[in-house]
């Protein structure tokens, strides 16, 4: 593994995982990470290479067949880690307040912080005006930001998120990415981003981990050290190279047999 | 819009009309005698003479169905919400909610009137039809909710109860409500059942044991008259229901939002 250029204390680490699923299907083998407090990390990958299984590990929503889940720092209580999945995900029968105010209501806060903690999100990502709207109201992308708020709102200490944004235009994509960049140096959460566009991921990210075809693992390490993360930046010759790494790295992963490990 | 709500009313209705127009047509031109086949105006004519008998049956009947929904919806939701919890409860209880399913209701009701007072027999009855439905949409429900949504809650350290009442129950209202719209009619032919099977024993006041009574004495008006009763009252708890399934999910669900063209 190449060496980090954040130096923040490890929050996280996953130490020779194997995770196999009833049917025998092998999701994970041999899968290491090491995660620093603060950081923005890209999971990277073609579909079905684990990424998902990865942060359902992370997550607490599945148990490792082997090997161990490690936070140096304590063991997240419920709320300190937000997830945003594939899709929103929202209750339909309730509106976005509601939706959002979720995590709250189930910590068992008060009425008065939820209602200012709530609105105070949603402003955060721009859904200001749309708080007493019901999600079928919404499009795809405002959907995605109601599934974002309700992550944000426990100012988690860890954000896990599964191609968030796979679903939706590329218009928008590009927009939620540029949001989701502001979020991050506002909130200074921990990112971890799974996606299989090496576009998104280098955009993003602060380092990029491409994974092998299943089972899979962390076949290498890309890092991204750019001041800025902007419209500049998409169009820029370093992220041009940066993309060309990617793809490369990606190849590479993705080049090594099913099963074939070191 | 209003051309198509107007549709929506006006051809069931002229519909309605053109077949009740027939019905006096076929008895008029064929100069057909009541005790065969009474035409619209005398059934009508029946329905207010015989008002009093009437009414009292259709309140007797109308009492037992609502008795029979109310305790076929609290048992099926209770039972459902059981099952939705455990499989291992699920797998021993289901089968017998099954059997007293398939079971033809007609044939349960002689025994069910030696062990039981006469009305509580026929209550029994139309619990029985009308139970099933709403267990099997209630179990439906509890168990479609999406599983992203389940590992959410549990993300956030919710209790069983916690996902139970603020995710599975609202998840599963569309199905729950479909299901009573079904054990509402259900529960009409259950208690008409009953008491048709009571009747021929000798014992009964409700809407169908006149039915039964008027048979006898060839009175085929009156049968008519409390047929078009019983056919009202099932109208009017299938409307009623779905107001309330409308008035439930007309917020959120897919089956009630009119999508604009």
Redesign the interface.
């Known amino acids: 593994m190449t060496a980090l250029q954040d130096s923040g204390a490890t929050l996280l680490s996953l130490r020779g995982i194997r995770k196999a699923y009833g049917n025998g299907t092998v999701a994970l083998e041999g899968f290491d990470l090491d995660l620093r407090e603060g950081e923005f990390l890209s999971l990277l990958g073609p579909s079905g290479c684990g990424k998902s299984t990865a942060l359902?590990l992370i997550?607490?929503?599945a148990a490792p067949t082997a090997g161990q889940v490690l936070w140096p720092t304590g063991a997240p209580a419920?709320?300190s880690?937000g997830?945003v999945?594939q899709?929103p995900?929202l209750?339909?029968?309730?509106d976005v307040t509601a939706n959002v105010a979720?995590?709250l209501?189930?910590?068992g806060r008060t009425r008065t912080e939820v209602d200012s903690t709530v609105g105070e999100t949603l402003e955060r990502v721009g859904l200001g005006d749309f708080a007493a709207a019901?999600?079928?109201e919404l499009s795809g992308g405002m959907k995605m930001r109601v599934s974002i708020a309700r992550a944000l709102v426990?100012r988690p200490r860890l954000l896990l998120m599964d191609e968030p944004f796979g679903a939706l235009d590329e218009i928008t994509r590009f927009r939620l990415n540029d949001d989701l960049v502001a979020l991050w140096r506002d909130l200074g959460t921990t990112v971890v981003f799974v996606t299989h566009s090496v576009f998104e991921s280098v955009y993003l990210s602060q380092r990029v981990l491409a994974m092998t075809p299943r089972p899979g693992r962390v076949f290498g390490a890309l890092d991204i050290d750019v001041p800025r993360r902007d419209r500049e930046f998409r169009t820029s010759v370093d992220y041009a190279a940066l993309c060309r790494r990617g793809s490369r790295l990606l190849e590479d992963a993705m080049a090594v047999p099913a099963g074939d490990h070191p | 819009m209003t051309a198509s709500r107007i549709m929506r009313v006006a051809l069931p209705v002229a519909a309605l009309a053109l077949a009740i127009l027939a019905w006096d047509l076929v008895v008029r031109i064929n100069a057909l005698p009541p005790y065969l086949l009474p035409g619209p105006g005398r059934v009508a004519a029946t329905l207010v003479a015989d008002w009093p008998i009437l009414s009292e049956a259709l309140w007797v009947t109308l009492s037992i169905t609502a008795q029979a929904l109310i305790l076929a919806t609290v048992g099926g939701l209770a039972l459902g919400i059981v099952l939705s919890q455990s499989r291992l409860i699920e797998h021993s209880l289901y089968p017998f909610a099954v059997i007293l399913q398939v079971t033809p209701v007609v044939a349960i009701a002689p025994l069910l009137l030696i062990y039981l007072p006469q009305p509580m027999a026929v209550l029994a009855c139309a619990w029985i039809v009308a139970f099933f439905p709403v267990l099997a949409n209630t179990t439906l429900g509890l168990n479609s909710v999406d599983h992203n949504l389940v590992d959410l809650y549990r993300l956030y350290g919710a209790s069983r109860w916690q996902v139970l009442w603020h995710l599975k129950m609202p998840a599963a209202q569309p199905q729950i409500l479909a299901g009573l719209r079904i054990a509402g009619g259900l529960a009409l032919i259950g208690a008409v059942v009953a008491e048709i099977a009571a009747g021929s024993a000798g014992a009964g006041s409700g809407l169908a044991y006149r039915i039964a009574e008027a048979g006898y004495r060839l009175n085929i008006p009156r049968m008519f008259a409390a047929l078009v009763l019983l056919s009202a009252a099932g109208v009017v708890i299938f409307l009623a229901l779905s107001a309330l399934s409308h008035l439930m999910l007309a917020r959120w669900h897919e089956s009630v939002i009119r999508t604009e063209s």
């Open positions: 359902r997550a607490g929503l419920p709320g880690v997830f999945f899709e995900t209750m339909p029968w309730a979720l995590p209501r189930l910590a019901y999600p079928r426990t």
